[in-house]
């Protein structure tokens, strides 16, 4: 099982920048497909990215590639959300994700057992 707590959310100005991570508790992260979702109000969880065990293999949500990078050490237990362009769109509060997997990471929230509490990204014009 694993622990997740999410971080660096916050308030910016359209076209700057924010770094999400994703602290996991646990000695198996390394072993974890993981992944981004968010929620704007009103609106459904959506997919946002995904990165495989040893992060090599990689998905994105076409609204968010070429703006957005996902990485991980899995030495730090860490998923991190590089987020760049912003856009007033992309507020929602932002959630990592977690499933014991070596597979593709897919899209679908169902796919994903833990679930961290999210955090807050809000992007001003």
């Known amino acids: 099982q694993v622990q997740l707590v999410e971080s660096g959310g916050g308030l910016v100005q359209a076209g700057g920048s924010l770094r999400l991570s994703c602290a996991a508790s646990?000695?198996?992260?390394?072993?974890?497909?993981m992944a981004w979702f968010r929620q704007a109000p009103g609106k459904e969880r959506e997919f946002v990215s995904a990165i495989s065990w040893r992060g090599l293999r990689i998905r994105y949500a076409d609204s968010v590639k070429g703006r957005f990078t996902i990485s991980r050490d899995n030495a730090k237990n860490t998923l991190y959300l590089q987020m760049n362009s912003l856009k007033p769109e992309d507020t929602a509060v932002y959630y990592c994700a977690a499933v014991p997997s070596y597979d593709m990471p897919d899209s679908y929230a169902q796919s994903y057992d833990y679930w961290g509490q999210g955090t807050q990204v809000t992007v001003s014009i």
């Open positions: 646990g000695r198996t992260f390394s072993t974890y497909a």
